[in-house]
Each structure stands twice: as C-alpha cells, then as structure tokens.
C-alpha cells in the first residue's frame, strides 16, 4: 500500500504545479494584450495608449437663402356695415318680424309700430286739401267773372287783380295742404320699419307692447352687414418702422398697395380661407399705447365672421437673404440659442445665435452670429464640446433644405 499512496501524491503534484504554470502564462499574456497598441490599456508609464477615435458629423455650409417670416397682430372684428335701427315716431311695438341673429335682405320688414295718431293726421290732410281744393276752385271762378268785366270797362281792373291774387293765395293754401298730407304720410310709413341693408340681426331689446320713442338711447337693434368684414389692429414703432422701411412706396398709401395679402388667424387658431387686404393705416402713433391703427379688409361670403368677433393678422414679410438653420442643429441653455460651427483643424465651436423661428417649425432664421460660407455641425450636437476635433461629413443643402422650399409662406 505505501508505494501506492506515494505514487497518487506525486501525480496529484504534478497536476497541481502544471495547473499553477498554465494559469501564470495567462496572466502574462492577458497583460501583453492590455498594454499593446490595439487596447487602449496602460503601457509601460501607466497612462492610456493611442489617440481618441474622430467620428464624422454631417455639416453643410449656410447660404443667403429667401424666407417669409410672419408678424401676429390681434385684431378686432367689424362688420363693414354696423346699422343701427332707430325709431323716428313715437308708440308702442304693435309686431316683430324677425328674431335676434336672424339674416335679412335690404327692405325686409323688422318692426311695426302701433302710432294711431299718425293715422289721424292723414285722414285730417285729406279733408285739408279738400277744403283748400274747393277754395281755389271758388276763387278761380271769381277771376274768370270778373275777366270779362274788365274787357268791358264796367269794373276797375283793380278788383281783377284783387280776385287773381285770392286765388293765388289759395293755391298757397292748396299746396300746404298738400304738404301736410305727405308729411303725415310720411310718419306713418315711419311706423314700418324695414331693414336699410343685407346683414345680420342684432339683440332685440324691445318686445312686443314695449313704448318706443324717437329720443331712446337705445335702438330698437342693430342690422350689421357682413359681406365684407374689417379687422382692426394694432402695430408698434419697431414694427411700424420695419413696414415703411421694407415695403416699397414713396407714401403709406403707395405702401399699403404694394403690402402682400395677410391672413387671418380665427379665435380656435384655424387659418380663414379668404385672404385680405390691408386698406388704411392712421400712420400716427398713439402716445399712450405707442402704436399705431391699421384697418385689412376680408371678404365674408359664407358668414363665418361676425361683428364683434376677435382673431391675429397675420402679415408676411419677406427675407430676401436670411441665413437659415435647421432647429434640430441648435441647443437651448439658459435661455440662449447656440450652434456649433466647423473652423480650423474640423475643430468646432460652440457659437451664440439670435434667432427667429419660422412658420413651418423646422428652422430658425439667424439674425447674428453667423455668416454666410460658415460650416454648421447638423446632428448629435449634444455629443459634440467646444474645440473638438470631428470628421465633417459634408450634406446637400439643397436636400437639407428642401422641406423649407416646400412650405415657404405657407402657416402650418
């Protein structure tokens, strides 16, 4: 048994010291790996080996490139026609035709007013003109009795004038009757009240057996026209400057004729389909609101718009040369916009930039801080740190750009 035990203890050694060597060759070798060129280990000094790896960026080259950029202005809406229905007789609302917010045609009837009076002094005209009728009738008689008298010298021709100038007076008389009755007439076509445009009905404050009079302070309601419709708003000094300095014209009236139609934002931030034109501007600046009046004109031929209503002008303004970038190539810190821009050695730079954004949501008009011909990174700009070095990998502006060029002055 002994040689046996001691031969299993040498073999037991050997695999164990076997073991042992294999393990440290491993070790050696894995540290070989680590340290080589290829690793990225430390070498002989302990510090990282090779140089950080470049990745490319997309970039493309910014180019004076023509945008319409818009300025909203609220607006207050205004039939073209804003008529008030007043009574000119006194008495009281016998009828109503129509109901609040009703649509009528010039000379539909809206009110009948109760004035029996009116209707008296007609009937009392009439028997006037009867009377001053039958005047003139006996007063031309007498001149055609007394003519041949004259003819005859049996009377002095002074009492052919005197009957001449009795019929003249009732003649006189006549025709004042006659005015009477018109008059009369007149007062009690007053008491029908027809609408004196196409438009819409206002509030009715007035119900049937109400007394209504010629000197209320309210009208009977309001009959707005609103086939065409104005919008008023207003424009500070900076951008008033900005209309008279930009749109050609020697006048405001010359300017107003050369301003491009604007558009008209409604109160739930539709676009309205009809475009307008702005028509009148006061040109003063109010000193205290520091802004001055301008008056578009839309066309309403669906009634949509009604008087009284709200919404934005939107008026377009045109960039010949502005230097567009994309949004997504921008980053917002502490309320700052900044871009990063490619210069010597593909070493970027981390650049501030005023801004304006444009209709479409995409891209940003940059008012300073960059140049035409300058490089912008165009993606991963959150990776990127100022002065690092990166492979640019130059992108066609055109395709860059092309979804602009699509929808370029037009509000989305």
Known sequence: ????????????????????????????????????????????????????????????????????????????????????????????????????????????????????????????AQAGIKTALADVNTARMGVEKLRPLVEKDIISPYALKEAQYNLQAKEAALAQAQATLANARTNVGYTHITSPVNGVVGTIPNKIGSLVTSAAADPLTTVTGIANIYAYFSVNEKSLLNFTRDIPGTTLQDKLAHMPAVQLLLADGTVYSQKGRVETAIGQINTETGSSGFR????????????????????????????????????????????????????????????????????????????????VVLEGVNGLKDNMQIKPRPAKADSVFAEHKAGAGENK
């Open 296 to 375: 578009a004109s839309f066309a309403n031929p669906q009634g949509l718009l009604r008087n009284g209503g709200s919404g934005t002008v939107r008026a377009p303004r045109t960039l010949p040369k502005a230097l567009l970038v994309p949004q997504s190539a921008t980053y917002e810190l502490q309320g700052k916009r900044f871009i990063y821009t490619v210069g010597a050695g593909n070493k970027v730079k981390n650049t501030e930039v005023t801004v304006v954004p444009t209709p479409d949501g995409q891209f940003f008009v940059v008012q300073a801080g960059l140049k035409a011909g300058q490089n």
């Open 1 to 124: 048994m002994a040689p046996k035990l001691s031969f299993l203890r040498h073999v037991l050694l050997s695999l164990l010291l076997g073991a042992a060597a294999c393990g440290g060759k491993k070790a050696d070798d894995g540290g070989d790996a680590g340290g080589g060129k290829g690793g990225g280990g430390k070498g002989p000094d302990g510090k990282d080996g090779g140089p950080p790896k470049i990745l490319p960026y997309a970039v493309v080259a910014v180019q004076p490139r023509s945008t319409v950029l818009y300025n909203d202005f609220p607006a207050t809406i205004q039939g073209q026609q804003n008529v008030e229905i007043r009574p000119k007789v006194d008495g009281f609302v016998e009828a109503i035709y129509v109901d609040e917010g009703a649509s009528v045609k010039k000379g539909q009837p809206l009110f009948h007013i109760s004035a029996p009076q009116y209707e008296e002094e007609v009937r009392t």
